[in-house]
């Protein structure tokens, strides 16, 4: 404890911190901003200020995840990395998680809330986890999220493809690759300087790009509007928000441990429930499924992470890895 509280005190004395790691957990909370105005250059939306307690709170946080990448140097498949990698691999995997789990906070939001939903459910969560982490958070990690995010999508699309997989136009997703355009419009929609680099590496149109600030607008005005009466006021009690992690085996047991260690069920039912109105007490969950899945279910209104999430995207990482110094060794051409 007091090496964390040594690493809480470092990270609050610094500008940047660990990547802004500590702004990350506002992520999980509703939208609250004033819409932008989405024209050729929008500006950047203002960012929600946490109280007091709750930047406390997310400190420890960053300092759990600044330990758990340190820990895991012992760990056999990141023996072989730098400091500097491993932490990079152990961001880009949290971020992933964070957005799987704020796109299944928004099924959540929808079903408890009664929210209308004007076209696919699964577009309206990824939207839901792109305006929170653009609009409420608005920090250089929460970017990095989304980035990653995208990664991840054209990543296993490219797998998939590499492996004979054929799309399956009928499922109630998006194609991946649709998923990470989706993202990246959203973002350069929101800020089309900040973010042109991302749509040109990503070869996104410039006549998509003048079409993305509509879309944004649309996108974050709707939400404002429809979250007004579901926001929690401070005097208005906490819905009871419980969480539980599930045992694991094997490669999976380092995975639960250390989902455990950063306390991220707690952090995120922390912020749902001090965010939101809920009508009726929901749950948290992270377990073994058998396979990469999350969810929300209606019946028992629980948000289940399985564990083999985390490794679907550990092995995504190592293929982002390989991208990147591919890329590298072309550019140098």
């Known amino acids: 404890m007091a090496k964390l509280r040594r690493i809480i005190d470092q990270l609050r004395g610094t500008a940047a ?39 406390a709170r997310i400190a420890e946080f960053e300092a759990r995840i600044v330990e758990l990448a340190r820990a895991l140097g012992d760990e056999p498949r990141l023996r072989g990395l ?6 990079k691999q152990v961001e880009f995997v949290v971020g992933n998680i964070v957005f799987v789990a704020t796109h299944e906070l928004g099924h959540a939001v929808i079903s408890e809330l009664d929210l209308p939903v004007l076209g696919r459910e699964e577009d309206t969560a990824d939207v839901f986890a792109i305006l929170t982490a653009l609009r ?25 493809q590499r492996e004979g997989e054929t799309p ?8 991946d690759e649709q998923r990470a355009y989706h993202v990246v419009c959203l973002m350069v929609g929101s800020d089309p300087n ?19 600030g509509w879309d ?5 005005r709707s939400w404002e509007r429809i979250m007004a009466l579901h926001l929690r006021a401070s005097h208005q009690p906490k819905t009871q928000i419980d969480v539980a ?61 399985c564990y083999e999430m985390v490794d679907e995207f550990v092995e995504l990482y190592g293929e982002y890895e390989r991208h990147l110094r591919t890329g590298k060794r072309t550019s140098r051409r």
């Open 194 to 212: 900040k973010f042109k680099a991302l749509a040109d590496e990503k070869k996104l149109p410039e006549d998509r790009r003048r079409s993305c």
């Open 17 to 55: 911190g660990f990547s802004r790691l500590g702004q990350v957990l506002p992520v999980l909370v509703g939208l609250a901003a004033e819409p932008a105005l989405a024209q050729t250059a929008a500006p950047t939306p203002p960012t929600v200020r946490a109280s007091p307690e709750l930047q």
């Open 216 to 220: 944004y607008d649309t996108a974050a």
């Open 82 to 87: 730098s400091p500097q990698r491993r932490q």
């Open 245 to 305: 992690y599930g045992e694991a085996k094997g490669p999976l047991a380092m995975v639960a441990k250390s989902f455990r260690e950063l306390r991220f069920l707690e952090h995120f039912a922390d912020y749902a429930a001090e965010r939101y109105l809920w009508p009726h007490p929901i749950k948290m969950e992270m377990r073994t499924c058998g396979s990469p899945n999350a969810r929300w279910t209606i019946p028992t209104r629980t948000l289940h992470i």
């Open 136 to 160: 409420v958070v608005g920090s250089e990690f929460s970017h990095r999220i989304l980035v990653g995010a995208t990664a991840a999508w054209f990543l296993g699309a490219r797998r998939d």
């Open 168 to 175: 399956t136009y009928y499922q109630r997703h998006g194609l």
